[in-house]
């Protein structure tokens, strides 16, 4: 059975500083994805980034960078200079397909509350 | 704006009756799924549905039941049958991006049953 795994439940951070989410994750599919999603007090969740297990290239998106090591079946998250707009619950997820359709269904973390301190 | 609906945002009920809780997408999408959330925990798969007039069980369907009669609509009724139905739903679309089916998530409903 698939598994992700946040170690981290909740995490205060005091404005510009930088930041690391973890997450580690089990499968035994060859080909799988990543994601990780923010969800803020609204409580609607917002695609973040997306990963291909073939792809371990680290990605960066403004202050945002992603670092992908299949080795440690990890997929962790770092926000660089953290700005209160931040403060979030953020969930890391892999993806499993369930059909011949290929629908897949995503398999949740437990979510880090991450709180930035102005 | 295309995007995915959910109403109400919070809903309250007396335990022992059944309501449903309403999901429109007009993203054009294929697939729609139902998530349950609780307090400190990741989301959990109630049900999805790849086609009309198809659904399958996910994780934790038992107390729930949906139907898919339009594209566009897939609501999802908390049954009396439900033992702790208090928790935040989220409906969820999706469509095939390079290979991957990326999942679109709407609001939200809050649902208190007391």
């Known amino acids: 059975a698939q598994k992700v795994t946040q170690a981290q439940t909740e995490i205060s951070v005091v404005e510009k500083e930088d930041v690391t989410l973890d997450c580690v994750y089990e499968?035994?599919?060859?080909?799988?994805?990543l994601f990780w999603y923010k969800q803020p007090p609204s409580g609607e969740l917002v695609f973040l980034i997306r990963r291909n297990s073939f792809d371990e290239q680290n990605e960066i998106s403004g202050r945002y960078s992603w670092n992908f090591q299949k080795s440690t079946s990890s997929f962790n998250f770092t926000i660089t200079a953290s700005q209160v707009v931040d403060s979030a619950v953020y969930f890391c997820?892999?993806?499993?397909?369930?059909?011949?359709?290929?629908?897949?269904?995503?398999?949740f973390g437990t979510g880090t509350r991450l709180t930035i301190i102005p | 704006d295309g995007g995915i609906t959910q109403s109400p945002k919070y809903l309250f009920r007396k335990e022992g009756q059944n309501v449903t809780l309403s999901c429109e997408q007009n993203l054009n999408h294929d697939a729609m799924y139902w998530y349950r959330q609780d307090p400190g925990q990741g989301l959990r798969l109630i049900y999805y549905s790849q086609i009309v007039n198809d659904f399958q069980k996910g994780d934790i369907a038992e107390g729930y039941s949906v139907s898919r009669e339009k594209k566009e609509s897939f609501p999802l009724t908390v049954t009396s049958a439900q033992k702790n139905p208090t928790a935040f739903y989220l409906c969820?679309?999706?469509?095939?991006?390079?290979?991957?089916?990326?999942?679109?998530f709407g609001p939200g409903t809050r649902l208190t049953v007391t």
């Open positions: 969820a679309s999706s469509i095939e991006d390079r290979g991957a089916y990326e999942q679109y």
């Open positions: 997820a892999l993806s499993e397909a369930i059909s011949n359709f290929g629908n897949e269904k995503l398999t």
């Open positions: 499968t035994r599919d060859t080909t799988y994805y």
